[in-house]
């Protein structure tokens, strides 16, 4: 009987948490997976939520059990799946059933979705990891707003709570929310870096033990650098491995994986000419980490470059006060980026909204997140770093940056993230930068001619010396 009032395909991790999530919310799910045993064993371990699961064996059984017009969210790995999964839906469906895909898809593959097919489509970035599909996540809509509106009451019902308010929200037409999302991938990169390289000072340069680090961790979560990733670094550096009795940390390979949607963040930026460069050296940090048997050949000829740091030339205050500064020019970078998108793609993206969006129930949430909202709210188009609030942060804070990023130069540990933000900081207030070089250089190669300061005329030229 078509009773369910959503359905769910994909029972995967993401999938699983978020179909139970629905159904403890009070709403009716019926769900699919491409290996029925595993909708079986999804239901028998549902406990009482089984009540308002319908588990179904086929596509068509499983569109047949959801009221119509029915809107089913995708939850399979990003890519061909998708295509392959709607192209296998598509057959079963009413022309006004709603695909939802709420994985991280490429937005533009979301774009090409929503325009190649007639159903209606929406692609959500859905973000929290397990645990906050199944208890609260925080949700990214893109796409037309009516198709938005007739899923809005089950998306806000599960979504993460900020002070009572969900953190669930359309944010924009086509790929919108799958752009977003990407941005969200980006600074988590970005801010998972900042950790890292914090932690390596500590490390290589302070002899600090992984115990020890996952301390100052925990302290700094008590203060303006308070959020999940914090949080989470705290408990990583501060857990025993269970076989050697030492840091579960030491015996971890410094490789780091990626799924893509940072490097795509990167990528999309240098498209629409956002200046994102925290983002971009936490992207190529990964990439370096992965060349681990080049690193140790290097080694082998260069020699160890970590030298110790001595304790009083870098105290603990100094360096929260490097991840305050290079937080806050990173999460900037992220909202610029999604300025630039808004005018690019003509979606009135509101800086504000996402803000509280992800203020809860995503990976990067943090206390600041509330601050940049405020921010945002007052100006939405400003940068946050000529906000009064952060820019009396970056006044408190820069300088600290400045001294981190040189004892790391100092000592042969690599800060590229923080190195990138004060770069940023550094060229982005001053008011003549150095280009005037550039277009001296592109005139006198290429004759592309340069803007003239004095009088402001533009395309003009040499005559250059000669050599
Ligand atoms: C989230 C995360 C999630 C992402 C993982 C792994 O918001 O819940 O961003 O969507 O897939 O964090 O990403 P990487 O494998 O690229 O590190």
Excluded at 263 to 276: N, V
Excluded at 387 to 393: K, L, N, Q, V
Excluded at 404 to 412: K, T
């Amino acid at each position: 009987m078509a009773t369910a009032e959503i359905g769910l395909v994909g029972l995967g991790t993401m999938g699983s948490a978020l179909a139970l999530n629905i159904a403890e919310k009070g709403f009716s799910i019926a769900v699919w997976n491409r290996t029925a045993s595993k909708t079986h064993d999804f239901v028998a371990e549902a406990g009482s939520l089984a009540d308002r699961i319908t588990p179904t064996e086929t596509l068509a059984e499983f569109v047949a059990a959801i009221a119509a017009p029915r809107a089913i969210i995708l939850m399979v790995p990003a890519g061909q799946a998708v295509d392959d999964q709607i192209e296998a839906l598509a057959p079963h469906l009413g022309p006004d059933d709603l695909i939802i895909d709420a994985g991280n898809a490429n937005f533009h593959d979301t774009n090409r979705r929503m325009r190649a097919l007639s159903h209606p489509f929406l692609g959500i970035g859905v973000s929290g990891g397990e645990e906050g599909a199944r208890h609260g996540p925080s949700i990214m809509g893109g796409g037309p707003k009516q198709h938005w509106d007739r899923v809005e009451r089950v998306l806000t019902a599960i979504a993460a709570k900020f002070e009572e308010s969900p953190c669930a929200a359309w944010l924009g037409e086509e790929g919108a929310g799958h752009f977003v999302k990407a941005v969200h991938n980006g600074i988590e990169y970005a801010d998972m870096q900042l950790i890292a390289e914090a932690y390596g000072l500590m490390r290589d340069g302070l002899d600090m033990n992984a115990a020890d680090i996952g301390k100052v961790f925990d302290r700094w979560n008590e203060g303006p650098l308070q959020s999940y990733l914090t949080e989470i670094s705290g408990i990583v550096a501060g857990t025993d491995d269970a076989a050697t009795g030492g840091p579960l940390l030491d015996v971890i390979v410094d490789a780091a994986g990626q799924k893509g949607t940072g490097r795509w963040t990167a990528i999309e930026a240098q498209h629409l000419g956002a200046p994102i460069p925290v983002i971009e050296a936490a992207v190529a940090a990964r990439n370096m980490s992965a060349r681990r048997e080049e690193r140790a050949t290097l080694e082998d000829i260069y020699g160890p470059g970590p030298t110790r740091i001595a304790a009083d030339t870098l105290p603990l205050e100094t360096l929260e006060n490097a991840l305050i500064a290079g937080k806050i020019l990173c999460y900037a970078q992220g909202f610029q980026m999604i300025g630039a998108a808004s005018d690019q793609f003509g979606w009135h993206l509101d800086g504000p909204a996402i803000a509280r969006v992800w203020r809860e129930g995503c990976i990067i949430r943090s206390a600041m997140l509330d601050d940049m909202a405020t921010a945002l709210d007052e100006a939405p188009g400003r940068s946050l770093i000529a906000a009064p609030f952060f820019a009396d942060w970056l006044k408190k804070t820069h300088a600290d940056l400045r001294a981190v990023v040189a004892i790391g130069a100092g000592a042969g540990i690599a800060v590229p993230a923080l190195s990138a933000a004060l770069a940023y900081f550094d060229t982005m207030r001053t008011g003549r930068g150095t280009a005037n070089m550039i277009q001296g250089q592109r005139d006198y190669f290429g004759w592309h001619g340069f803007a003239r300061l004095d009088d402001g005329t533009k395309d003009r030229h040499g005559p250059w010396a000669e050599d």
